[in-house]
Nanobody
Framework: QVRLVESGGRLVQAGGSLRLSCAAS????????VGWFRQAPGKEREFVAA????????DSADSVKGRFTISRDNAKNMVSLQMNTLKLEDTAVYYC????????????????WGQGTQVTVSS
């Protein structure tokens, strides 16, 4: 069992930056592939970015490519999502997910999910 806690979400102006963090407890995070997903009001949850267990493979949604970067620090049991040039349409609750497979990618078949952190982008 692994418990995930997201942090870093807040209100930010369009064009600004935020860094979300996902901290894990209960297991060594390096044993898990991690993904970030988001859900905007009235919309389905969608894939944002993913990183492999080792950190050498990453993927991101077309909508965030070039703006968002996922990274991990296994020594700190943490995965981060650096979000730059934020747009109004990035407003959503952002969720961190983890799975013991070496790679899951954009599938939502992760075994563990956090509670989410709210990101609101204003004009």
């Amino acid at each position: 069992q692994v418990r995930l806690v997201e942090s870093g979400g807040r209100l930010v102006q369009a064009g600004g930056s935020l860094r979300l963090s996902c901290a894990a407890s209960g297991r060594i995070f390096s044993f898990y592939a991690v993904g970030w997903f988001r859900q905007a009001p009235g919309k389905e949850r969608e894939f944002v970015a993913a990183i492999s267990r080792s950190g050498d493979v990453t993927d991101s949604a077309d909508s965030v490519k070039g703006r968002f970067t996922i990274s991990r620090d296994n020594a700190k049991n943490m995965v981060s999502l650096q979000m730059n040039t934020l747009k109004l349409e990035d407003t959503a609750v952002y969720y961190c997910a983890a799975d013991p497979k070496s790679w899951v990618g954009s599938s939502d078949g992760y075994a563990y999910w956090g509670q989410g952190t709210q990101v609101t982008v204003s004009s």
